[in-house]
């Protein structure tokens, strides 16, 4: 009895339609060569935008995801309990925290906090797991480096005062 409800009814199946072939313009793809060709000279005919860089810095919105930094509290301690969740979400691998206890009000701190700049990909997703809004993607976008060891940063030089990071922070508690 099963085998007969499991069957299937081909003779109620719709009819395969074939499109019509490709004709012999349309085949030489000359359409849409033409077609790229104008989206491409309305470009050049727009007006130019250049930024003369060393002089003219970008201000960048407070949606933009520079490097990320540590958020620093105003008496000096910072916000980040070493749970390790930034490690853990980071798809290049670039962050290494190693926590241990604290005699302060939370319980954890970082001993070790590092991010390797060359392996980071800017994604944010550090930003968007961390449960103390302890690791924030700064304003920061000019990073050059001279040797490899330069690129890791510790956290002498990933704390920055909460103040600095304001704008950002209003940010995020306004758009999650």
């Known amino acids: 009895m099963a085998e007969t409800q499991n069957r299937v009814d081909y003779s109620k199946a719709k009819p395969i339609i074939h499109r019509r072939d490709l004709r012999w313009w349309n085949k030489t793809y000359i359409p849409q060569i033409l077609r790229g060709m104008t989206v491409t000279l309305a470009q050049v005919f727009r007006p130019k935008f250049t930024r003369q860089y060393p002089e003219e810095k970008w201000n960048p919105p407070p949606s933009f995801r520079g490097r990320p930094v540590l958020v620093e509290e105003k008496n000096g301690v910072e916000r980040c309990v070493a749970c390790g969740l930034c490690a853990r979400v980071c798809p290049a691998l670039a962050i290494e925290v ?17 991010i390797n700049m060359l392996r980071c990909i800017y994604c944010g997703f550090c930003e968007e797991v961390c449960p103390e809004e302890a690791i924030v993607m700064s304003q920061d976008y000019e990073l050059t480096f001279t040797r490899q060891q330069d690129a ?25």
């Open 98 to 114: 190693q926590g241990s206890e604290s005699e302060y009000w939370k319980e954890r701190y970082p001993v070790k906090f590092e």
């Open 152 to 176: 890791i940063f510790g956290k002498e030089k990933l704390l920055i005062p909460a103040e600095k990071l304001k704008e950002r922070l209003e940010f995020l508690r306004a758009n999650r």
